[in-house]
């Protein structure tokens, strides 16, 4: 069977048609397309959208509806991908000299780039839309979600391990007159940050989150879970739990996957966050395991969906000015991460999980959003 029948059939399962008239349909330019997705999956699916071999006006849409019929199982794997997956078994692709892989590729883009595309705080994660209006709103009600989580208090100390442009570092010293430190292995970001919360209780630090010293009633970190690795997990609970006071609370924020494994898709690896993954909830819990009580789990995963949705927005009106700096295949490849990203979660597939955990022995702390 050829392989545009093959992915012709394939496609139709999920409601898609090839050149049809629905706006998640898609238009495909060059027959390529076809032979380059079933060899490569979701790499070849990527980069021939990037080469602009095939369109789509509701790509988020698409993703969705791929995702929904899990047709990524349903392709058989090659030589390629089981080399890839094999690597990521053998090699702890997060270890230190790598770490700062991900912040030259993807965070130090450009902090004028992120500024017209994320809220006026600049973050960088999932936003809580429960009561809000607009990005702005949903950010904030996010990091204020965060705050009254670990039921921050003024004079409490508390240690963020990576910190995007320093947004729930400045929050949480303004808003709750909390003392932050911050460690964060992008460089701009940093320079961004320290200039953010210039004249607040609030300490940048441009080191890994592996180096973090000290003692503080809370510990937490807002999307850096993501870059760890599966072999780091319990590392990063090992900070955690020697970072925490034995009364403190510690919080996670994180995309998790709904199953484990070892890899993030190899185009997401190649183009957007090089060594990332997303941990299951059984890989946090054994990572946790003897050293913390899990308190609370709370999943806002549908808000990400809307989070990115406005990303989006706010990226392509804004692209005008950024088009002569980083041209169109960078385009291409942004609006497939951004709304391929809303897709995954509005399947499914991704979940954003809010944990909340102590030390064993400590007393269970009050609920402050019950």
């Known amino acids: 069977m050829k392989a545009k029948q093959i992915l012709q059939e394939l496609l139709s399962e999920a409601g898609v048609r090839v050149n049809g008239p629905d706006p998640w349909d898609i238009q495909v330019k060059d027959d390529r397309f076809y032979r380059r997705v079933l060899s490569e999956h979701a790499l070849g699916l990527g980069e021939s959208y990037m080469d602009g071999w095939w369109e789509c006006e509701d790509l988020d849409e698409f993703i969705n509806r791929v995702l929904k019929a899990r047709l990524d199982e349903k392709i058989k794997g090659n030589w390629k991908m089981a080399i890839y997956i094999l690597q990521t078994k053998l090699f702890n692709r997060q270890k230190r000299s790598r770490a700062a892989q991900v912040s030259e590729q993807h965070y130090d883009l450009g902090n004028d780039f992120y500024q017209v595309m994320l809220d006026k705080r600049m973050n960088y994660t999932c936003a809580y839309w429960k009561n809000a209006k607009n990005l702005d709103e949903a950010q904030e009600a996010k990091l204020d979600l965060v705050c009254k989580k670990i039921g921050l208090e003024k004079g409490m ?9 320093g947004s729930f570092a400045r ?19 940093v320079e961004f940050a320290r200039e953010y919360c210039k004249g607040l209780p609030v300490e940048i630090r441009h080191q890994d989150y592996r180096e973090a010293e000290g003692k503080y009633d809370r510990v937490i970190s807002i999307g850096i879970l993501e870059h760890v690795g599966y072999k780091n997990y319990r590392t990063y609970m090992e900070v955690a739990n020697r970072c925490l006071k034995d009364d ?3 919080f996670i924020h994180t995309i998790g996957n709904n199953v484990s494994t070892t890899y ?4 997401t690896d190649k183009y957007i966050f090089p060594n990332g993954m997303l941990p299951s909830i059984a890989q946090i819990a054994r990572a946790a395991e003897g050293l913390f009580v899990i308190e609370d789990l709370h999943n806002i995963g549908p ?8 990303w989006y927005s706010n990226f392509e009106n804004s692209w005008p000015q950024f088009k002569d700096r980083y041209g169109e295949r960078f385009f291409r490849m942004w609006r497939f991460y951004l709304l391929s990203s809303a897709g995954g979660f509005r399947s499914r597939q991704h979940q954003l999980w809010q944990i909340v955990m102590t030390k064993p022995g400590r007393m269970q702390p009050a609920c402050r959003i019950c």
Not at 171 to 189: C, D, L, M, P, R
Not at 264 to 267: D, E, G, I, L, P
């Open 157 to 165: 100390t508390v240690l963020e391990l990576g910190c995007g442009w």
């Open 303 to 310: 808000d990400y969906d809307k989070t990115l949705m406005a």
């Open 248 to 250: 403190g609370i510690a």
């Open 264 to 267: 993030v898709n190899a185009w």
């Open 171 to 189: 929050f949480a010293a303004e808003k709750y007159g909390a003392h932050v430190v911050a460690v964060n292995i992008s460089t701009k970001q």
